[in-house]
């Protein structure tokens, strides 16, 4: 039985790509996760595709096996609403081995965002009930792994590899 998306990409999520695509494709990751490291660029390649699906990400920290995940969530979410989420997603992703507080205010600096907001949001995770609504989310969606990828709205269990992804799609598309 294939899991379905719930509930389906709207507004609230952080989305790249056309909005007019026939196909959306969704993450659900976990900053820390060597495994959404691996599948990082396999998702930015789909985006590069003549026919690109609209891509969004929604947080999964697995906080019982990284312990930074939920903070770096918070980073990205921190950024995002400051209008950086993607390049702090990136940047996440490329420092996964550098997670903590001082390493993310070094993100956040290099990002040229408003530090001392970023601070303070921070420090009263603002930005928690966000991470917990896409988390929520996966659960009710069937995730529990990452990365968790949905492809029109119906869990994704194939490989990982840009080949089967994108075969995938087309058979989506079809």
């Given at each position: 039985m294939t899991s379905r998306l719930t509930p389906p990409v709207s507004k609230r999520d952080h989305t790249l790509g056309p909005a007019s695509a026939r196909i959306t494709l969704v993450e659900f990751g976990d900053f820390e996760c060597p495994f959404c490291a691996q599948a990082h660029p396999i998702a930015r390649a789909l985006l590069r595709l003549e026919d690109a699906p609209l891509f969004a990400f929604r947080n999964f920290p697995l906080t019982s096996v990284h312990p930074h995940a939920q903070h770096a969530a918070e980073a990205a979410e921190a950024a995002g609403a400051q209008g950086m989420f993607w390049e702090m997603h990136d940047v996440?992703?490329?420092?996964?081995?550098?997670?903590?507080d001082e390493n993310l205010l070094e993100y956040a600096a290099a990002l040229g965002l408003d530090t001392q907001r970023f601070v303070r949001e921070m420090r009263e995770?603002?930005?928690?009930?966000?991470?917990?609504?896409?988390?929520l989310s996966g659960v009710r969606s069937g995730v529990n792994g990452t990365p968790s990828f949905f492809i029109d709205g119906m869990r994704y269990d194939g490989p990982l590899d840009l080949r089967s992804m994108y075969a995938a799609i087309e058979a989506a598309t079809a």
């Amino acid at each position: 039985m294939t899991s379905r998306l719930t509930p389906p990409v709207s507004k609230r999520d952080h989305t790249l790509g056309p909005a007019s695509a026939r196909i959306t494709l969704v993450e659900f990751g976990d900053f820390e996760c060597p495994f959404c490291a691996q599948a990082h660029p396999i998702a930015r390649a789909l985006l590069r595709l003549e026919d690109a699906p609209l891509f969004a990400f929604r947080n999964f920290p697995l906080t019982s096996v990284h312990p930074h995940a939920q903070h770096a969530a918070e980073a990205a979410e921190a950024a995002g609403a400051q209008g950086m989420f993607w390049e702090m997603h990136d940047v996440l992703f490329e420092n996964q081995d550098a997670l903590d507080d001082e390493n993310l205010l070094e993100y956040a600096a290099a990002l040229g965002l408003d530090t001392q907001r970023f601070v303070r949001e921070m420090r009263e995770h603002v930005y928690a009930p966000r991470v917990r609504e896409d988390f929520l989310s996966g659960v009710r969606s069937g995730v529990n792994g990452t990365p968790s990828f949905f492809i029109d709205g119906m869990r994704y269990d194939g490989p990982l590899d840009l080949r089967s992804m994108y075969a995938a799609i087309e058979a989506a598309t079809a």
